[in-house]
C-alpha cells in the first residue's frame, strides 16, 4: 500500500465518483437529487442516516460481532471518523480534493456521525 505523498511532490489524480444520486434525505424518503455542482446537500444532527448506510454500518459491526449501541464501539467509530474527517479535510488545503468533492465527502461523514444515536435513540428528529 502507497503511503502519503512526500511533500513538494503533487498526489496522482483520482477518479472521483459521486455517490449523491444514491444518497436518502429521512429514513425511506426519495433519493436526494445533486444539485447543479454534483453535490448534496450537508445533512444535520436532525437528519436521519440514509437506510442504505446504517444497513451497511450495521452489517459491518454485525459481521465482527460488534454493536455501535455499545459506548466503547460507538467511541472508536465516532474517533474514527473523525481521524478520517481531518484526512479529508487534509486533502483538500493541499489541494488534493476540490471544494465540491470536500463538501460531499463532509456531508456523508456528518450523515454517518448520527448512526450510533439513531440506533440507540438519542437522535432528534
Same mark, same amino acid.
Given at each position: 500500500?502507497?503511503?502519503?505523498?512526500?511533500?513538494?511532490? +503533487?498526489?496522482?489524480? !483520482? /477518479?472521483?465518483?459521486?455517490?449523491?444520486?444514491?444518497?436518502?434525505?429521512?429514513?425511506?424518503?426519495?433519493?436526494? &437529487?445533486?444539485?447543479?455542482?454534483? /453535490?448534496?446537500?450537508?445533512? +444535520? !444532527?436532525?437528519?436521519?442516516?440514509?437506510? &442504505?448506510?446504517?444497513?451497511?454500518?450495521?452489517?459491518?459491526?454485525?459481521?465482527?460481532?460488534?454493536?455501535? /449501541?455499545?459506548?466503547? +464501539?460507538?467511541?472508536?467509530?465516532?474517533?474514527?471518523?473523525?481521524?478520517? +474527517?481531518?484526512?479529508?479535510?487534509?486533502?483538500?488545503?493541499?489541494?488534493?480534493?476540490?471544494?465540491? &468533492?470536500?463538501?460531499?465527502?463532509?456531508?456523508?461523514?456528518?450523515?454517518?456521525?448520527?448512526?450510533?444515536?439513531?440506533? /440507540?435513540?438519542?437522535?432528534?428528529?
Amino acid at each position: 500500500m502507497p503511503g502519503p505523498t512526500p511533500a513538494g511532490t +503533487t498526489p496522482p489524480t !483520482a /477518479t472521483v465518483i459521486s455517490l449523491a444520486a444514491h444518497r436518502r434525505g429521512r429514513l425511506g424518503e426519495a433519493p436526494v &437529487q445533486p444539485s447543479h455542482d454534483g /453535490t448534496a446537500p450537508k445533512p +444535520t !444532527a436532525r437528519d436521519y442516516p440514509s437506510s &442504505q448506510l446504517l444497513d451497511l454500518v450495521q452489517a459491518l459491526f454485525r459481521k465482527r460481532e460488534r454493536t455501535l /449501541t455499545d459506548p466503547r +464501539t460507538a467511541e472508536a467509530y465516532l474517533l474514527a471518523l473523525e481521524t478520517v +474527517t481531518i484526512l479529508i479535510d487534509g486533502a483538500k488545503a493541499s489541494g488534493g480534493l476540490g471544494e465540491a &468533492q470536500h463538501r460531499l465527502l463532509r456531508a456523508y461523514l456528518e450523515e454517518a456521525r448520527v448512526i450510533p444515536d439513531y440506533l /440507540t435513540g438519542r437522535h432528534t428528529s
